[in-house]
């Protein structure tokens, strides 16, 4: 028998591996479905692989790949008998337990029984070979298998291997002097001190400097101020801004010029007032979490109220109605999925389009996209892992009430670990066990649709609008237009507004005195804000911080409103709760807010330039050089003072000296990344090589796009055309130069909102189509103020723009502003670092509650204590 054995093997023995330090294998959920070794048909692992697939998939990967041989692995569960005497139930004794796998938590009680089986199986004709068998098998096909049953499942070598472990310690953490130069960081409303971008920053931790990162190919970063000024004043590490929470901060060493681990980080923070220690007091404390240990309340928590807590829920089961598993701090995973695919559109895109996806899948469906997608989808709607329990179980489950046992029968819901490590793969956040943002998540599945959207079909069109900025200038009244791309209106909360505000003054003045005095705090009080007045929030002018007037030539006071140029599909509404304290700690604002169940915005739409109004002039603000070059330039301008450094790299790639002397000159010196865009961008003009020459005394004044609110923007845009909807003319090059044709680069920069990474995959999924020779000549000249829908344009609101017919700007479907509530997000906590997230969603005329696997029929809907509100367009009719 074990020569037949071995003769029946042996075509296959080439393709049969041992896992080797770094492969993951997949023994505990199929690729395409959720299927387990504790599934009806067990699950199947590719020995060449380690992919693993359940019954109904398992062939479709022997015929794409021509695999034959796999693991059979099956877990048996059996239930114990109920002691008939005593009523007690006897400790759980596994059976037969062998693989290296999760004890699935639904049956983690004392009354079950497991047992293991595995069984080689070989393709097409199903040959079934028991294991163990180490006698009659080849002896790799032993060591093969031994490898496989013994390895740890694929979701247990992540952790060790996360980007964290890889970080080490500085040199310069335990040696660190720090200025005493009196500088405190403010807790919010940070910009960097050379360039007013408000992202990406970074803090010095010698100095308090607080300046922007690094410059990146896609135009995302920063401006590279930090980096400068580790150049200037050799001080070594600095930390981001946006990362600081009670477990720590992501440090950088310029010195070292890699991500380090600074042991003290706490100590250097409250350097400069930021105090680490006194937030995790308050986050362990239950001064502003949940670990309350305050006086009995007279009323509902806000944990009691979202949950639902007092009513008896009642469980649905079937299409629509499946829960997801709870990994560990994932619930914000698993709200925003649930409520993307009660969308259609998501659900034509990706369960819609299952066999296909499916059939065109890559070799390693975990890392596919659409394939999660598609699989996250389908085991939601199809009602496949929601069913509901026979009458016998129904009996069961009364009778186990009486001793408090987990019921297997129960609701169970899908395991998303799959999903979740391939939508967070590389993202320090979301790839962590912490608890995270709901709307930061959401936004990032939103880029991920985007980026992986083949064709012209893209879910994510549904939440596209576009707003309108009005920017005036206080002094001279003159103003102007912008427009950008939106996915989520924000709304504020004018805690002023709150019409309970007398009781919220004096709960404070008591909460003051119970501090004071170190007594137990009274009973919060709930601010109860009209939803107007947030609406009224949102449209009223906001000051522009350093707004420069090119009107005046010089800073000014300007205000900012908004307002709709398009209204979307489907509208996102984040009620905007969470901030932070004078002491850095985040909290979350205790609202109530009558959030309607109908909406109409049609009031909000945007109407542009109104008759009267003046626009301001189109023009940039002055290059702003350092101090001892702009002496030197205006002493000699036949000789201006440019950074020699920075020209010599760029020498050093071939381009002419001079032209290398110009590009750094007119970018103001602020390095070699924007001066060789503008190279790039200027490469063809019939002067590119003529050495630099200011025909005057004064720096001129150079046409830019550049927002009157960014003065320092406009220096590494010094030859943009004045229109602000046409694309930078960096990035037109930068693709042009990869060999794609200028107007099919134009129309991707426009329908990506100027995003270099998205317009590369927007030219490989949107072929270009041959346009007439209008059409042709059109694209390649400077775009008319149409290139955004033209705000006057609006004035019907029931007409939506055809995104197939106007290519040119962002694919918007608009239509009235009148909408529905379709489902909202609630969070229970804090801050966003800790709580819980569940959501209730509007199905077939009921609200329903997503509470992790469990899924009810809600009683009571808390639609105005919720956090992300989502609005469905009502038809015009």
């Not at 930061?440 to 599945?445: A, D, P, R």
């Not at 003529?690 to 720096?699: A, D, G, N």
């Not at 209730?840 to 992790?852: A, L, P, S």
Request: glycine share 6%.
């Amino acid at each position: 028998m074990a020569a037949d054995l071995g003769e029946l093997l042996v075509p296959f023995m080439p393709t049969i591996r041992v896992p080797k330090t770094g492969d993951r294998v997949f023994k505990s959920e199929c690729a395409f479905s959720y299927d387990s070794p504790e599934s009806e048909g067990g699950l199947y692992v590719c020995m060449n692989t380690f992919l693993g697939f359940g019954r109904e998939h398992v062939e479709r990967h022997y015929r794409k790949t021509g695999q034959s041989v796999y693991m059979h692995l099956k877990r048996h569960v059996k239930e114990k008998k109920t002691g008939a005497t005593s009523g007690a139930f006897p400790k759980r004794r596994n059976g037969k337990v062998f693989l290296d796998l999760e004890l699935n938590r639904d049956f983690n009680s004392e009354d079950y029984d497991f047992e293991d089986e595995a069984k080689l199986v070989i393709f097409p004709d199903h040959f079934e070979i028991a294991l163990p068998n180490i006698e009659e098998l080849p002896a790799l096909v032993t060591i093969a298998c031994d490898a496989v049953l013994n390895s740890p499942s694929a979701y247990k070598k992540q952790e060790p291997e996360s980007w964290e472990e890889d970080i080490q310690e500085s040199r310069h953490s335990r040696s660190l002097r720090q200025q005493d130069n009196g500088v405190r960081i403010r807790p919010s409303g940070w910009k960097c001190q050379k360039c007013e971008m408000r992202e990406n920053l970074w803090l010095n931790l010698t100095d308090g400097a607080v300046l922007c990162g690094k410059w990146f190919f896609d135009g995302a970063g920063g401006n590279g101020h930090a980096l400068d000024h580790y150049k200037d004043t050799n001080f070594p590490l600095a930390v981001k801004l946006e990362t600081i929470t009670p477990d720590g901060a992501d440090v950088y060493s310029f010195e070292e010029e890699e991500a380090v681990l600074d042991p003290n980080i706490s100590e250097h923070l409250s350097h400069f007032g930021i105090d680490m220690l006194q937030m995790q007091q308050r986050t362990e404390n239950g001064h502003d979490t949940d670990n309350n240990n305050s006086p009995p309340r007279s009323r509902p928590s806000e944990w009691e109220v979202i949950q639902e807590s007092g009513s008896k829920l009642k469980s649905v089961y079937g299409s629509g109605y499946t829960g997801v598993k709870n990994l560990g701090n994932s619930c914000y995973l698993g709200c925003v999925m649930q409520v993307l695919f009660s969308i259609p559109e998501f659900q034509r895109m990706y369960v819609g389009n299952l066999q296909r996806i499916y059939d065109y899948s890559p070799l390693d469906p975990s890392q596919d996209f659409a394939t999660q997608m598609a699989k996250l989808g389908y085991g939601l709607l199809s009602g496949q892992f929601s069913k509901p329990p026979m009458k016998s179980e129904l009996i069961e489950q009364v009778m186990k009430e009486e001793y408090k046992v987990l019921d297997w029968h129960q609701q169970k819901g899908l395991s998303p670990k799959m999903f979740k490590a391939l939508v967070s793969k590389g993202h320090p956040e979301f790839s962590s066990s912490r608890q995270q943002d709901a709307q930061e998540f959401l936004q990032h599945v939103i880029t991920l649709v985007e980026r992986n959207s083949g064709g012209s079909e893209n879910p994510s069109d549904v939440f596209r609008f576009l707003t309108e900025e009005r920017v005036q200038c206080c002094q001279t009244r003159r103003v102007r237009y912008n427009q950008r791309v939106d996915y989520v209106m924000q709304l504020p909360v004018p805690i002023e507004a709150a019409t309970n505000r007398e009781e919220l003054l004096a709960y404070e003045a008591k909460r003051r005195e119970a501090e004071e005095n170190q007594r137990a705090p009274p009973e919060p009080v709930r601010a109860r804000v009209p939803f107007t007045a947030c609406l009224q929030a949102f449209t009223e002018p906001d000051n522009v911080p350093d707004f420069w007037s090119s009107a005046l030539q010089a800073k000014s006071a300007g205000v900012k409103t908004s307002r709709f140029s398009s209204f979307p599909e489907y509208l996102i509404l984040q009620i905007k709760k969470f901030t932070f304290g004078v002491d850095w700690i985040p909290k979350k604002l205790d609202l109530s807010i009558d959030v309607p169940d109908f909406l109409d915005l049609n009031r909000f739409r945007a109407t542009g330039l109104q008759t009267g109004e003046e626009e301001l002039p189109n023009l940039s603000p002055p290059i702003v050089l350092p101090e001892d070059t702009r002496d030197n330039s205006m002493s000699s301008l036949d000789s201006p003072e440019i950074d020699e450094a920075a020209v010599m790299q760029l020498a050093e790639m071939g381009f002419p000296l001079e032209a290398c002397r110009k590009a750094v000159y007119y970018t103001g010196n602020m390095g070699p990344e924007m001066a060789f865009n503008w190279i790039i961008a200027h490469m063809e003009e019939p002067d590119f090589a003529e050495p630099l020459s200011l025909p005057s005394s004064t720096i001129e004044l150079l046409p830019s796009s550049a927002s009157e609110t960014d003065p320092f923007a406009a220096a590494a845009a010094a030859t943009a055309t004045p229109l602000d909807n046409s694309p930078p003319e960096e990035s037109v090059a930068i693709l042009t130069s990869m060999g794609f044709p200028r107007s099919h680069t134009i129309q991707a920069l426009r329908a990506t909102n100027n995003n270099l990474e998205r317009a590369l995959d927007w030219i490989f999924t949107h072929p270009e189509e041959e346009p007439s020779d209008a059409l042709s000549d059109m694209a390649d000249t400077e775009p008319t103020n149409q290139a955004f829908s033209s705000p006057n344009s609006h004035s019907d609101p029931t007409l939506s723009p055809d995104p197939e017919a106007d290519a040119a700007g962002p694919r918007v479907k608009d239509g009235p502003g009148r909408y529905e509530l379709l489902a909202f997000i609630s969070h229970m906590g804090a801050s966003t670092m800790s709580g819980h997230y569940v959501c209730h969603i509007k199905k077939e005329g009921r609200w329903v509650i997503y509470n992790d696997h469990k899924v009810s029929l809600s009683e009571r809907p808390p639609k105005d204590l919720g956090y992300i509100y989502f609005y469905r367009r009502l038809s015009s009719s």
